[in-house]
């Protein structure tokens, strides 16, 4: 078997593995049933996405890939909490102070699963969705755009997710 079919066919285990565990920490229990309706989906959605749909699809499983992922789980509650926090102060404020658009940023990251967790690390932060991505651009909503300037933009919102998974993806 050649390499790209064993590393499509290990990228189908691990997304099989990681959808099963996934259904047995949802269930909380061991019984036929569940194991036969988890297995079932986990591989029938595997098979679906045989390009690969898990965290771990182009992992670096090196020392520095793994602690890099350890203080992006960190960075990310950390801007969550700042960013729910500065959200909050937003609507709460009787003039509400905000200045809605769309800016357009860009990432350095060649991996696509690198640039799916960016995508969806910036979506998860409150006040800010990722719109589109197109190549090396991605396009993001902010309730409160603080600079329409390119580099100022991804500076702010790029940089501190793409310096953790540039390590963890490339």
Excluded: Q
């Amino acid at each position: 078997m050649d390499k790209g079919k064993s590393s499509k066919w290990r990228d189908t285990a691990i997304l099989f593995a990681t959808l099963m565990l996934f259904w047995l920490m949802l269930e909380g229990k061991l019984e036929a049933d569940i194991l036969i309706v988890g297995t079932v989906v986990s591989l029938v959605i595997a098979l679906l996405y045989r390009d690969g749909l898990s965290f771990f699809t182009e992992f670096r499983f090196t020392p520095a890939g793994i602690i890099a992922g350890f203080r992006y789980y960190g960075y990310f509650f950390k801007e969550l909490f700042k960013s729910n926090f500065a959200l909050a102060a937003i609507v709460l404020r009787p003039s509400l102070p905000i200045a809605p658009g769309i800016v357009k940023v860009r990432t350095k990251l060649k991996s696509r699963m690198g640039r799916l967790m960016l995508a969806n690390s910036i979506t998860l932060t409150p006040g800010t969705l990722t719109v589109e991505m197109e190549g090396e651009w991605l396009y993001i909503h902010c309730v409160t755009v603080a600079s329409a300037d390119i580099e100022a933009a991804t500076a702010e919102i790029v940089s501190g997710f793409e310096s953790y998974l540039e390590v963890m993806y490339g």
